[in-house]
């Protein structure tokens, strides 16, 4: 009887296309995506099943979590000419470089008296927890109202366009903390706003 | 693999061959790397801008005006009151003399949504064909309320395409309203 011979294969795969596929979706998403920033306050926003679009120039983001609120501009330009203006109003001197480094800062959450030192720490050093206390937005002291409209001034005279405002809030602040902001939007006659929220489907 | 033929001398009167070579490379290496770095990417980075939702908030009257009086029949509004532990009161009419309600509901399709769904429909009926005279549903957050029952109740609005609402303080009346219901602590 004739054995059954077993062919003997080679092991080896071919790795060509394996090879092209997996650098062809490296490319992808090299080219596609934006590094994720390290946010000052990281909050943990609602979700809700609207999929408006959240716009992406001329943008202020206002951060509130915990009690405290933090401002974000969009835009290199923007933020170096909201500086000087509120530099002015507060009587703050700020060096080139100095506005420099701050136009490369996403979000803040400093007195404008502690801007300096803001400024001076490194990136990794300011993001950390506790470093930044808030933006003061009482009554007496409300420096978040200044740095909206030098933020508005800033976005007419360089884009001339209106400046849009996103509120990001996390779920579990208390609503008076909200109204708060909102009230102070309003009293500049900013009636509209995003709300950033996450995704969920109407199944809830 | 890599060798370099010296060509020595012992071997003089023979042609020099040079060695056939597999012409595959190992890729598997190559393989590994490239997919290493596209869990990487993929992991670090943000694809979708964050959603959002708009709110568009009434002009504030300043406070040396008089508040515009709006007349509006109480048959059409229905105002959510939101509360502490994720619930709230809603009540339909007047405040002093409510036509439905206050009643304690939860959030999601089962709680204000079928009550919003039915309201828009008994509104329509009643005015029939006027589309102009649709459910008016007022929104007064407490401050024991978070900001997520806010987006949700938002949200809610939303989905059951409530023609008008509006987000307004809340009065003591109707904070008695929610304490009753120990809806509000102190």
Request: proline share 4%.
């Amino acid at each position: 009887m004739a054995k059954v011979k077993m062919s003997k294969k080679s092991t080896k795969i071919d790795m060509t296309a394996m090879c092209d596929v997996a650098f062809l979706l490296l490319s992808f998403f090299v080219m596609t995506s934006t590094a994720k920033v390290p946010e000052p306050l990281p909050v943990d926003a609602p979700a809700s099943t609207r999929e408006t679009k959240l716009p992406e120039t001329d943008l202020v983001t206002i951060t509130v979590g915990d009690g405290k609120v933090f401002f974000g501009m969009v835009g290199q330009d923007v933020r170096a000419d909201a500086l000087g203006r509120i530099a002015e109003k507060y009587k703050l001197t700020f060096t080139e470089e100095e506005t420099k480094r701050f136009s490369l800062i996403d979000g803040f959450g400093v007195p404008a008296g502690s801007l300096k030192g803001l400024i001076a720490l490194k990136s990794d050093e300011r993001n950390k927890e506790g470093v930044q206390s808030s933006i003061p937005y009482d009554s007496i002291d409300n420096q978040l109202r200044e740095w909206i409209l030098a933020a508005r001034y800033a976005t007419k005279d360089l884009h001339q366009k209106e400046l849009k405002v996103a509120i990001k809030g996390d779920a579990k602040e208390e609503y008076p903390t909200i109204k708060k902001v909102i009230d102070i939007l309003q009293d500049q006659k900013i009636n509209k706003f995003f709300l950033v929220t996450g995704l969920r489907t109407e199944d809830f | 693999m890599a060798e370099l033929n010296t060509g020595g001398g012992d071997s003089k009167g023979k042609k020099v061959r040079s060695k056939k070579q597999d012409a595959g490379v190992d890729l598997t290496a190559m393989v590994d790397l490239a997919f290493l770095l596209i869990t990487f990417f993929m992991l670090t980075t943000s694809l979708s801008k964050p959603q959002s939702m708009n709110l568009a908030m009434p002009d504030k009257t300043p406070e040396d005006q008089p508040p515009v009086e709006l007349t509006i029949s109480e048959d059409r509004t229905l105002t959510i009151l939101l509360g502490e532990k994720n619930k709230m009161v809603w009540y339909y009419g007047l405040a002093k003399e409510p036509i439905e309600g206050p009643t304690v509901v939860g959030y999601g399709k089962n709680g204000i949504r079928k009550e919003l769904l039915s309201k828009i429909k008994s509104v329509v009926a009643k005015y029939q064909g006027n589309s102009e005279k649709g459910l008016i549903v007022l929104v007064k957050a407490s401050k024991k309320s978070t900001y997520r029952n806010l987006v949700d109740i938002l949200d809610e609005i939303a989905i059951t395409k409530v023609p008008t609402y509006a987000l307004v303080d809340i009065t003591p009346e109707e904070k008695a309203m929610l304490e009753k219901e120990e809806l509000l602590t102190k």
